[in-house]
């Protein structure tokens, strides 16, 4: 597609719920990355998947966050037992295999701005 | 020390004012320098690389000073619409393809 996608837009869960996340990166990019933003703070590295290779989950905050791609297309970031810290938007980037040192940077989705009541 | 710094601001200034953010990060190695602009509850938008030799883009300045490891915006005749947070971010040389960010410096341009 022409940009990155990202659905739903909004996401009203309750607490103790799973929730999915879902990405759709810009056509041909090899790099997809995952951000959580709280109100108000900076973009929170979560993960990092590069092509075939093992992604960087180093910023996964605890073992309720996990995140799946296939090749190189979807990406879907499920958040199990939701608790209300969790509350923020998720935003998804995409950049081609070179794009960052090439001067193309990161290109992100308008994010999923998640709501855990 | 953080890798990317940034003054939070806000920088409140007035319309046709000429503002200049700084960056500093803390790795030699950084190869690749970016702002990026965040309105309000919308999503980081590339305003434009920072290249060595420095770059403009209309009333946008960018400039690199690698020996004292920052790197500078500086936005010339500001208008109402330049009020935004301004992210800086860098990547390391090599493979690693992660940004670095900073947490942004608030604009506000008053009329």
């Known amino acids: 597609g022409a940009g990155v996608s990202q659905s739903p837009s909004n996401k009203v869960t309750e607490k103790g719920k799973d929730v999915e996340l879902r990405c759709d990166p810009i056509s041909g990019h090899t790099a997809l990355y995952w951000y959580r933003q709280r109100l108000g703070q900076g973009l929170e590295f979560l993960i990092y998947f590069q092509g075939n290779s093992a992604p960087d989950k180093s910023g996964l905050p605890s073992d309720r966050f996990s995140a799946e791609r296939t090749g190189e297309s979807v990406s879907t970031l499920t958040i199990q037992r939701t608790q209300q810290e969790d509350s923020a938007v998720y935003l998804c980037?995409?950049?081609?295999?070179?794009?960052?040192?090439?001067?193309?940077?990161?290109?992100f989705g308008s994010g999923t701005r998640l709501t855990v009541v | 020390r953080k890798e990317v710094e940034q003054d939070p601001g806000p920088f409140n200034v007035p319309e046709g004012a000429t503002v200049a953010f700084n960056c500093t990060y803390s790795?030699?190695?950084?190869?690749?320098f970016f702002w990026y602009r965040q309105d309000c509850r919308k999503e980081p938008k590339l305003l434009m690389s920072?290249?060595?030799?420095?770059n403009e883009d209309g009333r946008f300045t960018a400039q690199l000073n690698r020996a004292s490891q920052y790197i500078s915006l500086l936005i010339r005749d500001s208008k109402l619409s330049d009020s935004a947070t301004y992210l800086c971010?860098?990547?390391?040389?090599?493979?690693?393809?992660?940004?670095?960010w900073g947490l942004g410096t608030s604009l506000a341009v008053n009329p």
């Open positions: 980037a995409s950049s081609s295999g070179q794009g960052i040192h090439n001067g193309y940077g990161y290109t």
């Open positions: 790795n030699s190695a950084s190869q690749s």
């Open positions: 920072v290249y060595s030799s420095g």
């Open positions: 971010a860098v990547a390391v040389a090599g493979n690693n393809r992660k940004l670095i």
